[in-house]
């Protein structure tokens, strides 16, 4: 099976579990990437999009349908994430093609701050809910993923691949339990919580 054929089957899989099992966190799931998504994410990195998050987008294009934004009292529009966003275990969202942009921005500006912490060829693809500083980063190769945290995505160590990130969450949804995380429905939400 190839690494785009294994994303579109653990992918396959989390949706379907989502579905079946949490009908108002399925909500909150997007439809695809469209040409015009990805084109704008490309030129957005400065470099073409892996193929194998091409095709995770092309498939979802991230899990924030629900979310909203909020104006503060001095005018800035904040994004404002729906709980049932939350889609991976420990609070984690999938991110879509404008969010990458986003968070990308956003870790690169850090990265200013405090050198080393991020490079340009690294891609968020699962971010916190709270839009604290840790995730998974899918290099630009799109051969390796990274888990990152405030300290540095360096620090810790890289998964396989996309696909067998994705196909652990999927094993883990369908099994019950995920590292010590486990998935239960309430209200039809997906909450994951630590056994």
Same mark, same amino acid.
Request: proline share 6%; net charge negative.
């Given at each position: 099976?190839?690494?785009?054929?294994?994303?579109?089957?653990?992918?396959?899989?989390?949706?379907?579990?989502?579905?079946?099992?949490?009908?108002?966190?399925?909500?909150?799931?997007?439809?695809?990437?469209?040409?015009?998504?990805?084109?704008?994410?490309?030129?957005?990195?400065?470099?073409?999009?892996?193929?194998?998050?091409?095709?995770?987008?092309?498939?979802?294009?991230?899990?924030?349908?629900?979310?909203?934004?909020?104006?503060?009292?001095?005018?800035?529009?904040?994004?404002?994430?729906?709980?049932?966003?939350?889609?991976?275990?420990?609070?984690?969202?999938?991110? #879509?093609?404008?969010?990458?942009?986003?968070?990308?921005?956003?870790?690169?500006?850090?990265?200013?701050?405090?050198?080393?912490?991020?490079?340009?060829?690294?891609?968020?693809?699962?971010?916190?809910?709270?839009?604290?500083?840790?995730?998974?980063?899918?290099?630009?190769?799109?051969?390796?993923?990274?888990?990152?945290?405030?300290?540095?995505?360096?620090?810790?160590?890289?998964?396989?691949?996309? #696909?067998?990130?994705?196909?652990?969450?999927?094993?883990?949804?369908?099994?019950?339990?995920?590292?010590?995380?486990?998935?239960?429905?309430?209200?039809?939400?997906?909450?994951?919580?630590?056994?």
């Amino acid at each position: 099976m190839s690494e785009n054929e294994e994303v579109q089957t653990a992918w396959r899989r989390i949706a379907r579990w989502i579905t079946a099992n949490a009908p108002s966190t399925a909500q909150a799931l997007r439809g695809p990437a469209t040409d015009e998504d990805i084109a704008g994410l490309r030129d957005a990195l400065g470099f073409e999009v892996p193929d194998v998050l091409e095709a995770l987008l092309r498939a979802n294009n991230g899990s924030g349908a629900k979310d909203t934004t909020q104006t503060l009292p001095n005018g800035r529009v904040v994004p404002v994430n729906h709980v049932d966003s939350v889609i991976f275990p420990f609070g984690k969202v999938l991110l #879509g093609c404008e969010e990458i942009v986003e968070a990308r921005a956003q870790m690169l500006d850090m990265a200013q701050e405090a050198e080393g912490y991020w490079e340009p060829h690294l891609i968020p693809v699962i971010w916190d809910f709270e839009r604290a500083y840790y995730g998974y980063a899918l290099d630009a190769s799109g051969f390796r993923v990274l888990h990152y945290a405030e300290v540095s995505p360096r620090e810790t160590d890289p998964t396989t691949s996309l #696909g067998e990130l994705l196909t652990s969450f999927a094993d883990g949804m369908d099994r019950g339990n995920w590292d010590v995380q486990r998935p239960r429905v309430v209200n039809g939400s997906l909450r994951w919580h630590e056994e």
